[in-house]
């Protein structure tokens, strides 16, 4: 560790424990970052891919954009679709859609915070000094579930077993190997969590298999087709029950374990609670009535600021997409539908081009999206459940309203999301269940294809709000547009300069040690970044073409 | 300690050593008869997995969506925490690696001088356009660091069929000129183990992971996958077979026929054209495509974006517009 506060240049390079390949560069002053650059270093292609195929098929492709948030892809694919056809799925399949969609961001919010999060705070290693039975009463504590203490002594024999076996693995080289001034929970607090840690491992897959029933394989999703879904198999009473026993295995988990470890973190790190700030908010709207298609339960919306109490309603048409600090030739900003792109890599420039990314913005400002946008807008909203749990949470680490504005706080609304969504998938499938026990349920309707429409598809995933554009002309897809949640967050700096959200929210953050900055890590991963996502954005309908060589 | 904790912990610790031990031989004796083994055989590759020493697996991520490191955590047999911690020692893979930037980047050196050699698993394509500028690490292209990485080890998996053919990326027209590991490889004269799928069954990863270090490298198949998973086609052994049989189909999605399970062939199925277990290893252990309705598109097939698409109708309608 630096003797006195450190003032230079920091790349981080990989950025592990995220999907994709992500650089991140920051200017430190004094130990402070002072500014940043966010570059994804993957491009792929996929928009160009799709392009003369048919719409109908489009989903399977664009869902292997990611294998992480699989399935919103080609749910929101299939959404465009549906959109510019003028149709409308069946009610019991958009519940059956609700379910998969709603499993998925519970499982990837658990695994973001166990397996690509955690270790950011809890010290592994140190895990093996903690006396088991504190251990347990302190789990108990927090989780309001009776924690055997030899569980945690289980675990810990385990992991020291595996310590002293001298091949560390995934382990390797971890900041907080020999200790790391930035790494404070206590040895008990650390066998806590590394016990959920591995837990939770088993956890996200059976909630993978929940999701499964109706997916026909998890990761990527196979059911879902433009007109409904596929799977009558799964409206067996046996398979809902096969569902329901995972589902209310998991929810035991999140309501328990996941929440009492957010309560940890939050009491333990109360200055990380005061970094990572962004400016404003967005997100879309998501798990409409399946009957009506209206009164979503995701609300979206956008925050301007911290102006709790004032929300506005989203405008799909304040959407734009700057290309000047990207690796594309220059263009002046555009609306999804009307994109002009043609890739030019010029190599790493911060000053100049540096990202594969584009930078979306909304009426040309940088929002942040995601769990935090949706919980702050509902927050900001009134609504009941998110206030009173995002309170509850504040209030058992002793937060001030002003702290849910940070890399904590982010990390703390998804497990506030993953409790509230929880628990209404409850009510969706006890409808599905009615519906399947009442007789036979269409879940799939005929449609026919128009030669020409456009359409959008607008889903609120795991990462935030994502958005699928598609324009077809004779039949095909003549050009199709994604913008999605990591490049609203990760992407670099607009026409104007102005910084994406995560090099907003680098900017302040304290480094106590250069060589292994967890601070900038914490903060960049509160994001969740899923960067194979935010890469392939290459917008085929414009007049330019991409450039093959 | 108190005597309370004492007493909770010996017991806690017979527990550990009973429960760990059979899920330990519960899973040598499913990746027995994964591959195709007598079940007796667990006993044997238990013994040859317990050495003093954990394998190393370097696991190297190229132009991808990481589905199939998602895949290989939804394994059962062994749980994910079983395999990293009990079964080889993981000692690079972005996804789920405590290190980041230097020390990551430390961490694979490490592992590539390795004096007991390492495995390596590389998921993703490797785009070539413009000398492979379009998927770097570390300041480095894919193309080059996974030459180096590839060129060092024991034996080479392409997991998934990003790494075995260029996937997804590599669909017409191929924007970043993305080739399987294979491909990329062949100058060194190295030909991975194919493991494709979309993703593939992490059940055939871990089998595969488990003949290389009980009996070699398994048999392959012309397109470089394990003829233990990849042997028959899904058509062989689909449970809608006998619908087939019979000629009865569904016609539509929305038929009684697809409701009650008849065979998929007239709505786009490609199981006949493709090589892979999926019927008998199922997929999450509860399901897989077919049975939950689904065609399957033929993902572990070498160009299917292209050659199996599109995917909307019977192949035999292909050649309209396709």
Not at chain 1, 259 to 283: C, F, H, K, Q, W
Request: charged fraction near 20%; glycine fraction near 10%.
């Amino acid at each position: 560790m630096a003797d006195k506060a450190y003032t230079g240049r920091i790349v981080v390079d990989p950025v592990t424990r995220i999907e994709g390949h992500l650089k991140i560069d920051v200017s430190v002053k004094n130990g402070v970052v002072d500014n940043a650059w966010s570059s994804t270093q993957l491009f792929r292609g996929l928009e160009i891919i799709v392009k003369g195929r048919p719409p109908e098929d489009v989903h399977n492709y664009v869902q292997r954009a990611c294998g992480v948030c699989t399935t919103t892809h080609s749910l929101t694919s299939i959404r465009a679709v549906e959109n510019a056809m003028g149709f409308k799925a069946p009610p019991a399949a958009e519940l059956v859609r609700h379910l998969i969609l709603a499993t998925l961001i519970v499982h990837d919010h658990l695994v973001h915070f166990y397996h690509l999060h955690s270790l950011d705070f809890c010290d592994v290693a140190n895990a093996l000094k903690a006396d088991p039975v504190a251990a347990a009463k302190l789990a108990s504590e927090v989780s309001g579930r009776d924690v055997p203490p030899g569980d945690l002594f289980v675990v810990q024999g385990r992991l020291k077993k595996f310590v002293d076996a001298g091949q560390l693995g995934w382990l390797d080289n971890a900041y907080f190997l020999g200790g790391h001034p930035a790494y404070r929970l206590s040895p008990e607090e650390n066998l806590v969590l590394a016990a959920n840690y591995i837990e939770a491992l088993r956890v996200q897959m059976k909630i993978a298999r929940a999701m499964a029933i109706f997916a026909g394989k998890n990761p990527h999703s196979q059911t879902m087709r433009v007109g409904g879904v596929t799977c009558y198999e799964a409206l067996r009473p046996e398979r809902l029950a096969e569902f329901r026993a995972l589902y209310e295995e998991c929810r035991t988990f999140i309501n328990h374990n996941y929440l009492g470890d957010l309560t940890i973190l939050g009491r333990r790190y109360p200055e990380v609670a005061s970094y990572g700030r962004t400016t404003n908010y967005m997100d879309f709207s998501d798990f409409h009535d399946p009957e009506t298609g209206k009164d979503p339960f995701f609300r979206g919306g956008v925050l301007w600021g911290h102006a709790i109490g004032k929300t506005e309603e989203l405008d799909p048409a304040q959407i734009q997409e700057h290309l000047s600090r990207g690796w594309y030739k220059p263009g002046p900003p555009a609306h999804p539908y009307d994109g002009v792109t043609d890739p030019d890599y010029t190599g790493y420039d911060p000053s100049g081009h540096y990202s594969w990314s584009k930078a979306p913005r909304y009426k040309g400002e940088a929002v942040e999206t995601g769990a935090l946008a949706r919980r702050l807008i509902a927050y900001s909203r009134g609504e009941k459940e998110t206030v009173t749990r995002m309170d509850a949470w504040l209030a058992a680490c002793k937060l001030k309203q002003e702290n849910l504005f940070s890399t904590v706080g982010r990390t703390a609304a998804r497990m506030v999301e993953s409790v509230i969504l929880m628990n209404r998938v409850q009510g969706w499938l006890n409808d599905l269940e009615d519906r399947a026990k009442a007789g036979p349920v269409e879940i799939y309707r005929e449609w026919t294809m128009p030669d020409e429409a456009r359409g959008v598809g607008f889903c609120a995933v795991t990462r935030g709000g994502l958005s699928h554009w598609i324009r077809i002309e004779k039949g095909k897809t003549a050009n199709y547009q994604m913008v999605v949640p990591s490049t609203w967050n990760l992407g670099p700096r607009c026409d104007k300069g102005k910084p994406s959200a995560v090099e907003q929210s680098l900017m302040g953050n304290p480094v106590l040690d250069p060589d292994r900055p967890v601070e900038l890590l914490r903060t960049v991963h509160s994001f969740d970044p899923c960067i194979a996502c935010s890469v392939h954005v290459l917008h085929a309908g414009g007049k330019r073409s991409f450039r093959i060589l | 300690m108190n005597a309370l904790a004492q007493l909770v912990a010996r017991r806690a610790e017979a527990d550990e050593r009973g429960v760990s031990r059979r899920d330990f031989l519960k899973f040598c004796g499913m990746v027995a008869v994964a591959m195709g083994l007598e079940a007796s055989m667990g006993a044997q590759i238990a013994r040859a997995l317990e050495g003093k020493k954990k394998p190393s697996v370097v696991y190297m991520h190229g132009a991808e969506c990481t589905g199939c490191t998602e895949a290989l955590l939804r394994l059962v047999d062994p749980y994910f925490d079983v395999l990293i911690m009990e079964v080889v020692s993981l000692d690079y893979c972005e996804t789920v690696m405590a290190a980041a930037g230097h020390a990551a980047h430390a961490a694979l050196q490490k592992a590539i001088r390795n004096p007991d050699g390492y495995f390596c698993v590389i998921e993703g394509a490797i785009p070539t356009r413009d000398g492979g500028v379009y998927g770097q690490v570390g300041g480095q292209t894919m193309l080059s660091l996974f030459t180096e990485v590839a060129g060092k080890a024991k034996g080479v998996i392409a997991m998934g069929s990003c790494a075995s053919y260029g996937g997804i990326q590599a669909a017409a027209p191929n924007p970043s000129r993305a080739i399987g590991v294979g491909a990329a490889l062949k100058p060194l004269g190295i030909a991975p183990i194919n493991l494709p799928g979309c993703p593939p069954n992490p059940v055939n990863f871990v089998g595969t992971v488990v003949h290389l270090l009980t009996k070699g490298l398994p048999d392959l198949d012309t397109s470089g996958r394990p003829k233990l998973f990849y042997g028959k086609t899904v058509h062989d052994m689909c449970e809608r077979r006998p619908h087939f049989d019979k000629g009865e189909f569904a016609p539509t999605f929305s038929s009684q026929q697809a409701r009650d399970g008849w065979c998929l062939h007239k709505l786009g199925c490609r199981g006949p054209w493709t090589y892979n277990n999926c019927p008998t290893a199922l997929f999450n252990q509860t399901t897989w495509p077919v049975r939950s309705g689904a065609p399957c598109i033929g993902c572990s097939e070498p160009g299917f974006w292209d050659q199996l698409a599109p995917f909307n109708r019977d192949v035999r309608e292909k050649g309209d517009d396709a």
